[in-house]
């Protein structure tokens, strides 16, 4: 339950999908790819785009098969829904319905602040 990764640059408006593509980290997974490294991958729900190094559900598992990769898949990202609501319950004010009342700017480093110090006080 380590944030590895934060990008807090886009308000909460804006679709994962066009976080996630306009991202360094989609861009350095890409250019690994690109460059022969083919083990490693990210998961993602169903509102990401499938890519060689990002895998998502079958949004309609058509067979066994899918269904039970579908559901490994979800069990596997839980996770990351418990990681969010211990960030979201250590630090009150980024819960959604709260929402920051600063730019978009301070609004990104306190939510950058707070992934740092959630991980700092969960170790």
Same mark, same amino acid.
């Given at each position: 339950?380590?944030?590895?990764?934060?990008?807090?640059?886009?308000?909460?408006?804006?679709?994962?999908?066009?976080?996630?593509?306009?991202?360094?980290?989609?861009?350095?997974?890409?250019?690994?790819?690109?460059?022969?490294?083919?083990?490693?991958?990210?998961?993602?729900?169903?509102?990401?785009?499938?890519?060689?190094?990002?895998?998502?559900?079958?949004?309609?598992?058509?067979?066994? =098969?899918? /269904?039970? &990769?579908?559901?490994?898949?979800? +069990?596997? #990202?839980? $996770? =990351?829904? /418990?990681? &969010?609501?211990?960030?979201?319950? +250590?630090? #009150?004010? $980024? =819960?959604?319905?709260?929402?920051?009342?600063?730019?978009?700017?301070?609004?990104?480093?306190?939510?950058?602040?707070?992934?740092?110090?959630?991980?700092?006080?969960?170790?």
């Amino acid at each position: 339950m380590v944030i590895t990764y934060v990008d807090a640059r886009h308000p909460g408006a804006n679709h994962d999908a066009f976080i996630w593509k306009h991202s360094t980290a989609e861009q350095m997974l890409n250019s690994d790819f690109n460059n022969g490294k083919i083990n490693t991958w990210l998961l993602g729900d169903s509102g990401y785009p499938l890519e060689p190094y990002l895998m998502t559900p079958f949004r309609l598992p058509g067979d066994e =098969i899918q /269904r039970r &990769f579908s559901d490994r898949h979800a +069990k596997a #990202r839980n $996770i =990351i829904g /418990r990681c &969010f609501g211990v960030l979201k319950n +250590k630090f #009150r004010c $980024i =819960i959604s319905s709260r929402g920051l009342q600063y730019s978009t700017e301070k609004a990104s480093k306190v939510i950058n602040a707070c992934c740092e110090l959630r991980n700092v006080y969960f170790f």
